[in-house]
């Protein structure tokens, strides 16, 4: 019998994921409507001329457009396997976008960002994850703890789980911390092999009881060809680096070279992840 992954409230076949361009839209910011204080780039919800909310993420906040590479691979990367991640689009910044705004912290941030910055679709109604409340299966534990080893997210721990809660099912946010190789451009090849030691601190690791089924079957899904499709996505404005005398094309290239190689080696991280869950329980 033919397996089926659920994406986008549809049921697709292995071959329809296969088959599947990855896009994203592009929306104009219109109006701001509020910070989240408790991020420490300023993330803030704001609506677009779709007449959508957004959780806006900034080019001009934290690590800038680094975090905004690694929120789209890793979110991406995450829908590609079928699990739970809000829509992404490009979001784009007038220049006079901010001007008006009172607290300078956040017009200064405002202005910072003009042109192209991301968003993530607004889960109005969704509550914050809390591993006490609710409990995980195995196997979706795993599949997330997987994700998390490949793309070396260090940010999604008992202390922010930065996953969500609605409509009853389980959604990941906020992958701007994986991928942070980038931020030491000239040793990236360090951290291809990398075992991701902080696995250990994964809050769904204690549940992960299937990586090795995880493993087999995502490995089946992020073909070169897919992968190359989603690090395409990646707009040449947010590849121009101080510092960094490589194309955007080249930029590319070493993105979809590390996640490649990495995903050759998987059973490093998976192993890593294994050990480190028998410590737990």
């Known amino acids: 019998m033919q397996p089926y992954f659920f994406v986008d409230s549809k049921f697709l076949t292995f071959e329809d994921i296969m088959h599947n361009k990855p896009s994203i839209r592009t929306v104009n910011v219109t109006r701001y409507l509020q910070p989240f204080r408790e991020g420490g780039s300023l ?7 779709d007449d959508l909310k957004y959780v806006l993420k900034f080019r001009g906040a934290g690590h800038g457009v680094k975090a905004l590479i690694s929120e789209l691979l890793g ?3 995450a829908h590609t396997l079928g699990l739970k991640v809000p829509e992404l689009v490009f979001a784009n910044l007038d220049e006079a976008f901010g001007r008006t705004e009172g607290d300078e912290e956040i017009q200064d941030l405002l202005q910072s960002s003009r042109g192209l910055n991301l968003g993530l679709h607004f889960l109005s109604g969704a509550i914050t994850f809390d591993p006490v409340v609710t409990k995980v299966d195995a196997k979706l534990a ?6 998390d080893a490949f793309i070396e997210n260090i940010d999604r721990t008992f202390k922010n789980t930065n996953m969500l809660i ?3 099912e389980l959604w990941l ?3 701007g911390a994986c991928l942070y190789f980038h931020h030491s451009w000239a040793t990236w090849k360090n951290h291809v092999k990398d075992p991701f030691k902080l696995v250990k601190d994964h809050v769904l690791l204690p549940q992960a009881s299937l990586l090795e089924e995880a493993d087999s079957a995502f490995k ?3 073909t070169e060809e897919k992968l190359s499709d989603i690090v395409a996505l990646i707009p040449d404005d947010w590849l121009h680096w101080k510092g960094v005398k490589e194309t955007p094309e080249l930029l590319r290239e070493v993105y979809l070279e590390f996640l490649i190689t990495r995903l050759k080696h998987s059973e490093t991280f998976t192993k890593e992840a294994q050990n480190a869950r028998e410590i737990l329980i």
Do not use: N, R, T, Y
């Not at 993330?43 to 001329?49: I, S, T, V």
């Not at 795993?142 to 994700?147: A, C, E, G, M």
């Open 43 to 49: 993330p803030a919800l704001a609506e677009a001329d």
């Open 75 to 77: 979110g991406e990367i």
């Open 142 to 147: 795993s599949q997330i703890v997987w994700l």
């Open 166 to 168: 609605w409509q009853k």
């Open 173 to 175: 946010i906020d992958h």
């Open 220 to 222: 089946k899904l992020l």
